[in-house]
């Protein structure tokens, strides 16, 4: 884990007014609005980084904005670097939030600040520097999002975005030509499916100029893992890579997101948008299979032993189910086999099986199921995703320490191996799966498998 330096002591202060802020608003809204203050090391690492990368010589003006600031620390981290580099800075910031601009205001008195939307209606003007840590949150749907696309001023966003990714086009835009932009970011940002027109993007009109990753640093109460980005506006030449490829040592092989359908399952409980508390997941649910209930259904906690330990029924067909379902996922999708079945809330640990009789499952899980030109037999995909490689990159990039999610799967990498190699793993896998689970034979035969895949990577490094 990258070692970060410790702050100015006015850094600290400003950090902690602004977790104690945080920590008295209710943790829906701070949920609902991506409210996570950027801690102070962090702040400090970013703010030395950005007036390293500008640069900025003694005596020079530097005009630096956050267009959302919260509570303020990367004014005053910014403040106190560029004290300590004999850089003069003009400070602004802006923030939707009312009350952290008051926060804003004690820590860091000398800066412009702004109330509202620094998406929409605020003109804030042009700067050298703009530094800031986004909300991380989804923009799907709702008035916002309407309103970003009617306004015409976001070019890099697709179908799908992060509202992350609209502050990362405003930076720039707020950025004088061969100005700076920097952002700390959530690290999905570098493999979600959604971000990619933005990398592209960014790659056509602009250069990145660093990535600074922080694998295994859980910042936020969030969970999120981070990565910072700097960005110099139409800057010329090659800039730094972004996405998987960008880590250090990628595994090599195939992008297991080409090589399968990636998806959540369903959410079985009524959508409380429309049937508020109408059903929970366990009234359509039934031990034994009959009429109202004809569909295999399993859960993440139903998996081991790398199969599917256990087999409810799902009621299916009727008036609320699945219609009335708060997800309803894809049918065919749901009722596949062969498929692979990954535990979502996984820890450390991966925890997949192999579903062949095609079972509807929740959220609390991922299914994987290949495509019609993928190369590989899918229990050799089940035995790579437990191999120690595949375990080493997934905690290198995934974004949370609780959740796999999708995104993160799609960027595991699959070996290719020799057809003798690829015939052994497949036959080890068959042999735990017909042990018992749990016991001391299904450990050693799982070991095996875990073995043999670790060796499909060495041979496909070499």
Not at 315 to 334: H, I, M
Not at 376 to 395: N, S
Not at 407 to 424: H, I, K, M, T, Y
Request: with cysteine; net charge positive; hydrophobic share 45%.
């Amino acid at each position: 884990m990258r070692e970060l330096p410790r702050p100015p002591a006015a850094v600290t202060r400003a950090a902690l007014q602004g977790a104690a802020y945080e920590a008295g608003l209710p943790p829906a809204r701070r949920k609902r609005e991506g409210v996570w203050y950027t801690p102070a090391d962090l702040a400090w690492t970013l703010a030395d980084r950005a007036l390293e990368l500008l640069p900025a010589r003694r005596g020079d003006l530097v005009r630096a904005c956050d267009p959302a600031c919260g509570a303020g620390i990367f004014l005053v981290a910014l403040r106190e670097c560029a004290l300590r580099r004999g850089v003069r800075i003009a400070l602004s910031g802006a923030d939707s939030d009312p009350a952290a601009l008051a926060v804003a205001a004690s820590v860091c008195p000398e800066a412009r600040l702004y109330g509202g939307d620094s998406l929409l209606d605020l003109d804030l003007g042009e700067f050298d520097l703009v530094l800031t840590n986004p909300p991380y949150v989804r923009a799907d749907a709702g008035e916002r999002r309407a309103r970003l696309r009617e306004s015409g001023r976001f070019e890099s966003l697709g179908d799908k975005w992060d509202l992350a990714l609209a502050f990362v086009e405003r930076g720039l835009q707020l950025c004088r030509p061969g100005g700076l932009a920097g952002y700390l970011l959530a690290n999905a940002y570098e493999r979600t499916e959604y971000a990619r027109r933005q990398h592209s993007w960014l790659a056509r009109k602009h250069a990145v100029r660093d990535v600074l990753r922080f694998p295994g640093l859980r910042a936020f109460a969030a969970g999120v893992g981070s990565v910072a980005l700097f960005v110099e506006r139409e800057g010329e030449g090659p800039g730094v890579a972004l996405g998987a490829a960008g880590l250090s040592g990628p595994p090599a092989g195939m992008r297991l997101g080409d090589l399968c359908q990636i998806s959540y399952g369903l959410r079985a409980n009524s959508d409380e948008r429309r049937w508020p508390g109408e059903f929970r997941t366990a009234d359509v649910v039934a031990a034994e299979k009959d009429a109202t209930h004809p569909r295999a259904y399993t859960e993440g906690k139903d998996l081991g032993g790398l199969r599917v330990m256990r087999t409810r029924y799902l009621e299916w067909g009727t008036e609320r189910a699945p219609a009335r379902f708060a997800r309803r996922s894809n049918d065919a999708f749901l009722a596949a086999a062969p498929k692979i079945l990954a535990l979502c809330i996984s820890g450390r640990r991966v925890r997949a099986s192999l579903d062949t009789a095609g079972h509807a499952f929740n959220h609390t899980v991922v299914g994987m199921l290949p495509r019609s030109d993928c190369p590989f037999d899918i229990r050799y995909l089940l035995a790579v995703l437990h191999a120690r490689r595949t375990a080493e990159f997934l905690d290198a990039i995934r974004r949370s320490d609780k959740h796999v999610y999708p995104d993160d799967w799609r960027e595991v990498r699959v070996p290719a191996c020799n057809p003798d190699l690829g015939g052994r793993v497949v036959a080890a896998v068959e042999e735990a799966r017909a042990l018992p689970y749990p016991s001391r034979a299904f450990d050693s035969a799982f070991a095996a498998v875990r073995d043999l895949a670790d060796g499909a990577f060495g041979a496909a490094g070499r």
